[in-house]
């Protein structure tokens, strides 16, 4: 008997075995069965031809009408039908016919079957990689917009508490004006309600300022500066604190920290505080910190490290995004300079976001995380070494005289020697 007799032969048996065995309920039956059908003509037509690609159309419907439940566990039914009608066909052939035309038939729909497989497989890697990626966009779309919300929120929060906060400074002040010099306790609560208001001004200043970097308006004032006189700042700013937690605070003298550089006094010298703060929260008392660096070609590199508890390898990036504390959250206990007295997590963004927005970049190093050995971190903060003020009429200035120093800020004033 030749193939396309054998095929014909064991065909009815095939298509109800295979129909049996997969489509549950009567309607769908015959639906299934109708498909099948044609399926199993493309087949003759395949093994007729030694075309298996006849088989192509039918495996491409039946991978589109893939639903998305299937699509979201993955599910492979275009191959298990397809490994189905193989198993039964060769089960049946065995079964109907004599052993010659049994081999006959199984080496002729052995070829159109495994380029069905294959195919079956293709398209099923291609419709799941096409639905992950789709869900990875709309993922993507979802996390965007939460943290535009997050941005928007933290801008509105910041901006409205700004307001009320202004009064109660004022009446505070009032307050403690009224308090004559004799009356210690009114004065002793009067100056604890000044440092509660200190506090909660520098988180709603921190809160409006990572709003301005989020949405690219962080405006820089350019400037002369050296970067010895902002560290003797730190210095002097961070002094009591840094004796308090029994730390040494060392400061060296590196290529670059006597030069002039131009950047935004100010805001630098926010971004490299709130690098020591953090190196004094997270070392434990009797610490060192070090403030280095070096000139590389067209940079200036500054680092800040601690003998402190470290940062795991898999935090050292998220810490640099809002909110990126570590360690559990319900656990979180405020406060400025003790030990692992964490913050509202946006120190390390706003540090960022000022360097970057002076085109450098800030990273960090550390061996690891461990309170017991206290591996340390180091901080890295890489500034374009910016010798000429990028506003014209400033640069005319500076051009115009050597001595111009005279014109800037007090804090920022060139350090004598
Ligand atoms: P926070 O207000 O919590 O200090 P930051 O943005 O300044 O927020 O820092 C984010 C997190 O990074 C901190 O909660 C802390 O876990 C970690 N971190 C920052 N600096 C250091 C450091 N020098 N040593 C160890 N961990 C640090």
């Known amino acids: ?230 560290f003797n700042m730190l210095e002097a700013d961070f002094k009591s604190i840094l004796e308090q937690r029994k730390h040494k605070l060392v400061v060296k003298s590196f290529s670059g920290s006597n030069e002039l550089l131009f950047a935004d006094p100010e805001r630098l010298y926010q971004a490299l505080k709130n690098l020591v703060s953090n190196a004094i929260k997270y070392t434990p008392d009797g610490g060192r910190i070090t403030i280095d660096g070096r000139t590389l070609s067209g940079f200036v590199e500054i680092t800040i490290s601690d003998t402190g508890i470290g940062i795991a390898a898999e935090n050292q990036e998220t810490i640099f995004e809002k909110f990126g504390q570590l360690g559990d959250v319900s656990l979180h206990s405020s406060g400025k300079t003790k030990f692992k007295g964490g913050g509202p997590g946006l120190g390390l963004a706003i540090t960022r976001g000022i360097i970057q927005a002076h085109d450098g970049s800030v990273w960090v190093e550390s061996e690891g995380y461990d309170e017991i050995k206290c591996p340390g971190s180091t901080f890295h903060v890489l500034l374009p070494l910016r010798t000429q003020p990028s506003d014209p009429n400033m640069a005319r200035l500076f051009g115009a005289s050597e001595n111009s120093a005279a014109q800037l800020p007090d804090d920022f004033q060139e350090p004598k020697p």
Request: no cysteine.
């Open 1 to 230: 008997m030749n193939i396309q007799d054998s095929l014909e032969k064991i065909r009815p048996a095939l298509q109800m075995r295979v129909s049996n065995s997969l489509a549950r309920g009567v309607g769908v039956r015959e639906n299934f069965q109708e498909q099948l059908g044609r399926f199993l003509d493309l087949l003759a037509q395949a093994v007729l031809s030694g075309d298996a690609t006849w088989l192509d159309p039918i495996l491409q419907e039946w991978s589109n009408a893939r639903t998305q439940t299937d699509l979201q566990e993955g599910e492979r039914n275009l191959s298990g039908l397809l490994y189905k009608v193989i198993t039964y066909s060769f089960e049946i052939a065995r079964e109907t016919l004599d052993a010659g035309d049994a081999l006959e038939l199984m080496a002729g729909l052995m070829p159109v079957y495994l380029r069905a497989v294959e195919k079956a497989a293709a398209l099923e890697n291609e419709s799941q990689v096409q639905y992950i990626s789709n869900e990875l966009q709309s993922a993507q779309i979802r996390l965007k917009k939460l943290d535009k919300s997050k941005s928007n929120f933290i801008a509105v929060a910041g901006h409205e508490l700004k307001t009320p906060l202004t009064l109660i400074e004022g009446y505070a002040a009032m307050i403690g004006d009224l308090a004559t010099r004799e009356n210690e306790q009114v004065h002793m609560l009067v100056q604890g309600t000044h440092n509660g208001i200190r506090r909660m001004r520098e988180i709603v200043d921190d809160m409006i300022d990572v709003s301005q970097i989020d949405n690219h308006l962080l405006a820089l004032n350019f400037q002369p500066v050296w970067l010895n006189r902002v």
